[in-house]
């Protein structure tokens, strides 16, 4: 089955330092690799959305990249802020279908 | 432009009830979901429906019915609840491939 896998331990770093998270997936090849924010007690947010052509994609201080053959995509914070701090889901759409699965999530804690 | 609202925010059942979680999108939105998120689960797809008058089952179906009688509206049931069914049950609707999430339900099954 098809299966999403993000680093479940909790990420801290410095503030002003980049934190870099993974999301590994198996099974399957996707057409496109999406990022989302999600905070304590609210709803997960769109932040970028990466397709199977594209190796890399820039949104402000976030950078995604995407890597068919490593089935793996890496998401970049760079110049990290405290008001980063959060969760951070990646989803990926299943090829022939409207459906998504996501990942677990990795909490980023940016210290001060 | 208020985007997806869910209600309620919370609820609280005993195990057998039954209720309604109602989602509402002012974006005309084709697709709409429903999922629930568990502790160290993720977000899992419960149904989702592609258009008005249709639903779809998606990872987790068992226990839910869901509707969609109108466009800005889909409701998820819980016919009898069980424990198992305590969650956060976010409510979801796409435009290209972007998911707008609603702020969540959050039930507990007693």
């Known amino acids: 089955s098809q299966k999403i896998e993000q680093n479940s331990e909790a990420l801290n770093i410095q503030e002003g330092k980049t934190a870099t998270l993974t999301c590994n997936y198996t099974n399957y090849s996707p057409a496109y690799l999406q990022w989302y924010r999600q905070d304590p007690g609210r709803g997960p947010v769109f932040l970028l959305l990466i397709r199977e052509n594209e190796k890399e994609k820039r949104k402000e201080r976030l950078k995604v990249t995407f890597d068919t053959t490593l089935k793996q995509s890496l998401f970049h914070i760079t110049a990290s802020q405290p008001a980063d701090s959060a969760t951070y889901l990646c989803?990926?759409?299943?090829?022939?279908?409207?459906?998504?699965?996501f990942g677990t999530g990795t909490r980023l804690k940016v210290l001060a | 432009n208020a985007g997806v609202t869910q209600t309620p925010k919370f609820r609280v059942l005993k195990t057998g009830q039954s209720m309604t979680l109602l989602c509402a999108q002012d974006?005309?939105?084709?697709?709409m979901y429903w999922y629930r998120q568990d502790p160290g689960m993720g977000l899992r797809l419960i149904h989702y429906s592609v258009g008005e008058g249709t639903t779809a089952k998606g990872e987790v179906p068992d226990g839910y019915n869901v509707s969609r009688l109108k466009k800005q509206n889909f409701l998820l049931g819980l016919e009898s609840a069980a424990p198992s069914q305590t969650s956060v049950y976010f409510c979801a609707s796409k435009r290209d491939n972007e998911q707008y999430f609603g702020p969540g339900t959050r039930l507990t099954v007693t």
């Open positions: 974006m005309n939105h084709e697709y």
């Open positions: 989803a990926l759409g299943l090829p022939g279908t409207y459906k998504y699965i």
